[in-house]
């Protein structure tokens, strides 16, 4: 008889349905209200960022929309690693943009800048490393690569909460990193997203259009 394998269960318990009961017991708000609030700052704190470097969404795919709209321009490309879940690719065209797919080095899994150089067209804005199953390996090579063609970073950093990349935690350095809070991720709120980044003008365009959408 084969025995199923179960790839990954939620760690949730008494004190995460402690922190909901409060919200509908005590906050009585739904919205995003003084849990929302202190979330951010809470992982703001641990990543060691200002607090209004951290822009909470809904979902990770919601972050990565959300950064990609405020990032690049609609009708500009991004490169993206072939290997990931479909919502980079989402991502990217909600926000009206065009993922270039790249091929990945098989030893890591992340982008193969070799084939991401070949795919630069006059119109790429930006490239979207993926952190898959939590490697941010060869990071400083992107912004290396991202450097020298005049690229955003985006990083989908959606596996890598609490990564650190040559000793830095995934979030603190660099360009824009997104990451998930879904149920199978490194932490979860159960649904949940955010967008970690020093360009305040990114981040001021995100955290207006999470609430309004903004064209
Ligand atoms: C899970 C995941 C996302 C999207 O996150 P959600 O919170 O499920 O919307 C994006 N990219 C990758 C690589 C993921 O694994």
């Known amino acids: 008889m084969s025995t199923p394998l179960r790839l990954s269960r939620s760690i949730v318990g008494q004190a995460e349905a402690e922190a909901v009961s409060r919200v509908i017991i005590e906050d009585g708000y739904l919205g995003m209200g003084s849990e929302v609030k202190r ?14 470097h951290v822009i909470t969404a809904n979902t990770g795919t919601a972050a990565l929309h959300l950064a990609v709209q405020a990032a690049v321009e609609p009708g500009r490309e991004v490169l993206v690693q072939s290997l990931t879940f479909v919502a980079s690719f989402q991502a990217i065209s909600a926000a009206g943009a065009v993922p270039v797919a790249c091929e990945v080095r098989p030893e890591t899994c992340t982008i193969d800048l070799d084939d991401a150089a070949r795919r630069l067209t006059d119109k790429t804005a930006a490239i979207m490393p993926v952190h898959y199953a939590s490697n941010p ?9 991202a450097q020298r063609h005049g690229l955003r970073v985006i990083e989908d950093a959606a596996h890598a909460f609490g990564c ?3 000793g830095r935690l995934v979030g603190t350095f660099g360009d824009i990193a997104c990451f998930s809070f879904d149920g199978i991720k490194n932490i979860t709120s159960g649904e949940g997203g955010c967008i970690v980044t020093a360009d305040q003008t990114v981040a001021q365009l995100c955290r207006d259009a999470r609430l309004l959408s903004v064209a």
């Not at 979330?39 to 209004?52: K, R, Y």
């Open 164 to 166: 650190r990349h040559d």
């Open 137 to 145: 390996a060869y990071l400083d090579d992107v912004y290396a690569f």
């Open 39 to 52: 979330f951010e700052e809470d992982i703001a704190a641990f990543l060691g960022v200002p607090a209004n």
